[in-house]
């Protein structure tokens, strides 16, 4: 059998998101994140997106390897895990509290062994997979690179991360480590690409800290901070800095209550049980004395954030003199409702901060300086930049070509791609099927190219409904027809001209004894649709229903 070691992105490459990586060698299967991404504009209904694991099914994994929290490195995981066998998965302390509290809400992975593991710890020997984890900093805590080695070469795969010199923890990435795996010899780093176009060191989390110190003494009303669920040191600053001026701290959304139960009760984040009260009882409170904690920072449909700003929540609301912030930065394609949940708390009369004019959001994410760095730390024989929309692979590319890695040892791949680790060389050699996988409320990967096209045209042109009875026992006597429009706007001139023009055809195919309900659906379809198209140049969607009785 051979050592190649190959190496197939399902996710993460020419996007944001639904991050997943499968290494395979000598028969066995590892699998690094398994990710979710947010629907876009034109996946109408759907309610996330999921990498196409295919090429796993009927196979069994040797473990999944997460590299930290965050959703679009482990909100897969449930999803993957009902459909692949999975004998391992593997993780740092809060990265597998936070799985195994998503696994026992979807009620799956109790055939899967849960193994923590921790930076420093004796490398893993998972068949012919030797992974050893290395502390990195990010916007959550225990986030972790891999360093994978197999008989074809030593591998890096960065997971996210950033130089934070003043991490809220005081864990720093380990660069005594990278520098040291760097001199055993690195064949090929797999390296976050979603800040290598931006100059210079990405920001220490402190400073949004010291952000949320300058603004809250300011401040009169309620403060609301919306930011990821998972970034609990964003929510242990803002809750240190409320307290310390008098301020109760309430948490809202399931997810966010959820992780920081998980973080306190794991000694991640601390403050006096008698600091955080219920919703309920916050509302009851002064102003001036509540810090509502809150998800909500993407803009998603159900958040609290965006229920609290269309006046939807049962407990917390916002009034002119309330501050929100919104501690995050948009996922690219979630920017327009974001802006909508803006312009609705400003409607309500808060002051909505974010990054855009206030330092109240700092990325989890590598600059170009810190890169550089890590190029110089690991100075890997191949580069192969994930996690990122084309152009900032392409840009990462660059730096290490600046960096000294040849044009022929850089790897700009897409999802799917095969890449091939064989005797000190690297190289793309095939593709295999990496799509998309809809999940649509309770339903996974059945959401056809149809029922998106039909949703859009709903949309777009709206619905129109003709409904008629066909009586059988009076020798197939048809009724006249009855319309129900939606979002084809209200001029009655066309709707009775509709209606006209259903009852002429229905009149008609009577006369001729037409009685086969395809046909008449067929008729009415067609004739209704032309009249429609003529007057509006729109094409709605037409739904003739024939009734026999």
């Not at 003199?321 to 394609?333: F, L, N």
């Not at 409702?337 to 974010?354: C, T």
């Not at 209704?528 to 140049?537: A, K, L, S």
Request: hydrophobic fraction near 40%; include cysteine; charge should be negative.
């Amino acid at each position: 059998m051979s050592d190649a070691l190959r190496i197939i992105p399902l996710g993460g490459l020419g996007e944001v998101g639904k991050n997943m990586t499968v290494y395979e060698t000598g028969g066995e299967l590892l699998v690094v994140d398994a990710g979710i991404a947010f629907p876009r504009d034109e996946h109408l209904g759907v309610d996330l997106l999921l990498p196409d694991i295919g090429y796993l099914r009927g196979r069994t994994v040797r473990a999944v390897v997460l590299t930290h929290g965050h959703e679009d490195h482990v909100g897969g995981l449930p999803y993957l895990l009902r459909e692949v066998t999975v004998q391992a998965v593997i993780a740092t302390r809060l990265t597998l509290a936070l799985v195994k509290a998503k696994l026992d809400e979807h009620r799956v992975g109790d055939t899967t062994d849960l193994i923590e593991a921790a930076p420093g710890d004796e490398p893993l020997e998972l068949g012919p997979f030797r992974l050893e984890l290395v502390r990195v900093a990010h916007s959550i805590p225990d986030s972790a690179a891999l360093v994978i080695e197999t008989a074809a070469g030593r591998v890096v795969h960065t997971g996210d991360w950033k130089l934070d010199h003043t991490p809220v923890d005081g864990l720093k990435t380990d660069v005594g480590r990278l520098a040291e795996i760097g001199n055993r010899g690195v064949d090929l780093l797999l390296g976050d690409s979603t800040n290598a176009e931006r100059p210079g060191h990405t920001g220490s989390e402190r400073l949004v800290g010291e952000a949320f110190r300058t603004i809250f003494p300011l401040r009169r009303g309620k403060i609301l901070v919306a930011s990821f669920a998972s970034n609990v040191h964003r929510m242990q600053q803002a809750a240190e800095v409320a307290i310390e001026y008098g301020r109760k701290v309430t948490v809202v959304g399931r997810s966010m209550r959820r992780n920081m139960n998980i973080a306190r009760s794991l000694g991640y984040v601390s403050f006096p049980d008698e600091a955080l009260v219920g919703a309920d009882v916050a509302a009851q409170l002064p102003p001036d004395e509540v810090l509502v904690l809150c998800t909500g920072s993407q803009g998603e449909p159900m958040s609290a954030l965006t229920r609290i700003a269309y006046g939807d929540h049962r407990a917390v609301s916002v009034e002119p003199g309330d501050t929100v912030i919104i501690s995050a930065k948009p996922v690219p394609g979630n920017e327009l409702r974001v802006h909508d949940s803006i312009n609705q708390l400003a409607k309500a009369g808060a002051e909505v901060l974010h990054e855009e004019i206030a330092p109240v959001h700092v990325s989890g994410h590598a600059h170009e300086e810190e890169l550089r760095t890590m190029l110089s730390l690991l100075r890997p024989r191949h580069v192969m930049p994930i996690h990122g929309e084309y152009r900032m692979l392409a840009a990462h590319a660059k730096l290490a070509r600046e960096a000294g890695v040849p044009e022929d040892r850089i790897l700009l791949a897409e999802n799917g791609a095969v890449v091939e680790l064989a005797r000190g060389s690297a190289r793309i050699v095939d593709h295999v099927a990496a799509g998309v996988t809809f999940v649509d409320g309770l339903r996974v990967g059945d959401v056809a190219d149809v029922a998106l096209r039909d949703r859009r045209k709903l949309s777009e042109d709206g619905v129109l409904i003709v409904v008629t009875t066909l009586t059988l026992a009076n020798g197939g006597e048809i009724s006249p027809p009855e319309l129900i429009a939606r979002g084809l706007g209200d001029d009655p001139a066309l709707l009775d001209e509709l209606r006209d023009e259903a009852g002429r055809v229905v009149r008609e195919l009577g006369e001729q004894h037409v009685t086969e309900i395809k046909l008449l659906q067929e008729h009415i379809h067609d004739a209704v649709g032309q009249v429609v198209y003529d007057r509006t140049r729109r094409r709605p969607m037409i739904l003739p229903v024939v009734i026999e009785v």
